[in-house]
């Protein structure tokens, strides 16, 4: 299990900096001065997908946590739903580069990335619950 979320850090770490440098050079490209959400795609995907698969893994590593089904759960609805919430960052920022002005595009985003942060708080449950067995 540590190298499953050892391998998971790798794979945000990457895209993280990936997004970053995107970001930065795309803006830079198109000459877009503004502000907009698709920098937050960076630091979400290093902090909340790298750094905590890091520290998962340590801590699995630690005190010897096994694979069950409350870790599967945990698992697989937390990426579901980090991907969601990084994926609707990215929508808003070429929503927000481009100036679209459509509410219905708007609200979209915004349902998609509500549902993204309660699945991420789901997550967080089932992760507490699972580490809960072993701590005590």
């Known amino acids: 299990m540590t190298k499953k979320y050892f391998k998971t850090a790798f794979i945000y770490a990457l895209f993280g900096l990936f997004i970053g440098a995107f970001y930065r050079e795309y803006t830079r490209i198109i000459g877009f001065k503004g502000i907009t959400t698709l920098g937050l795609a960076h630091t979400h995907s290093l902090v909340l997908g790298f750094f905590l698969f890091i520290i998962l893994a340590l801590t699995a590593k630690s005190l010897d946590l096994k694979e069950d089904k409350k870790e ?28 679209l002005n459509n509410s ?33």
């Open 72 to 99: 599967k759960r945990f698992y697989t609805t937390y990426n579901f739903a980090l991907v969601l919430v990084i994926g609707t960052l990215i929508a808003r920022g070429f929503y927000q580069i481009y100036g």
């Open 104 to 136: 219905a595009i708007s609200a979209a985003i915004s349902g998609i990335a509500g549902l993204g942060h309660i699945a991420i708080s789901f997550a967080f449950y089932f992760l507490y619950s699972y580490l809960k067995d072993y701590i005590g």
